[in-house]
């Protein structure tokens, strides 16, 4: 495709993306071109998510131009990759366990970084999935507080596919009020392309949008 072929899908696409000004847009820009996030940042985009470590470092290195940009990893955090992931993220949307909290710690110490993260729920309790389960959430909350370079925002969840997601969004959204103030958490990200509408309406501050910006993936 040419650049003013992806130039006009994605402007096309964001002007689709109806969200309130108070929700936070995360482009997940995974697999796609460093053009096409070049484009959507060109168009307001300022946040982009990326699961896969080898694929998002080099676009991060090649978009350092860009000064505001934002950089959230959102995938599976695998122990052996923390070092770099510190290095180069913004926010780690994906923190479901104590070791990766005592190894985010260390290594944001030796980088002398304050790391934003979110804390994932396994809202479906799927065996498949990563994410700690609702009912740990007050005792990793609390856990969460003895690591002072890393800062909690808040809670990342994925209903299970094939299902209906608003009692689960509806979930999510009950656990982060049920502990917003004591932890002082501001941030719930949940909701994908094909249903961020439904999780803006039950409260999510942060959608995590991909296929409707920057089109189907290979």
């Known amino acids: 495709m040419s ?17 309130p000004k ?27 998510g990326e699961n896969y470590l080898q694929d998002a470092i080099p ?10 940009i934002r950089w959230h990893y959102i995938g599976h955090i695998q122990s052996n ?9 913004d926010m780690v949307q994906s923190v479901d366990r104590k070791k990766v909290l005592l190894k ?5 110490e030796m980088q002398e970084k304050t790391l ?12 498949q999935k990563s994410g700690i389960f609702p009912e740990n959430l007050a005792e990793f ?3 969460c507080e003895h690591y002072s ?32 103030t004591e932890f002082g958490l501001t941030t719930l990200s949940m909701g994908m392309s094909h249903d961020y509408q439904l999780a803006v309406e039950s409260g999510a501050t942060m959608v995590r949008i991909g296929t409707s910006i920057f089109g189907p993936r290979d």
């Open 104 to 108: 985010m710690q260390n290594t944001c």
């Open 141 to 143: 909350l609390q856990e």
């Open 22 to 48: 108070s929700v936070t847009l995360v482009a997940v820009s995974k697999r796609k071109p460093v053009k096409s996030i070049r484009v959507a940042y060109k168009y307001g985009v300022r946040d982009f």
């Open 149 to 180: 370079r890393l800062e909690v925002q808040g809670l990342m969840g994925i209903p299970p596919v094939n299902c209906d997601p608003r009692p689960y969004f509806e979930e999510m959204h009950k656990l982060f009020q049920q502990y917003k």
């Open 116 to 127: 934003r993260i979110l804390i994932q729920i396994n809202i479906g309790k799927e065996p």
């Open 3 to 19: 650049l003013k072929n992806w130039d006009e899908m994605i402007r096309n696409n964001l002007a689709q993306i109806k969200i």
């Open 81 to 89: 990759k923390i070092k770099e992931i510190v290095k180069y993220f």
């Open 59 to 68: 676009k991060i290195q090649a978009l350092q131009d860009l000064p505001d």
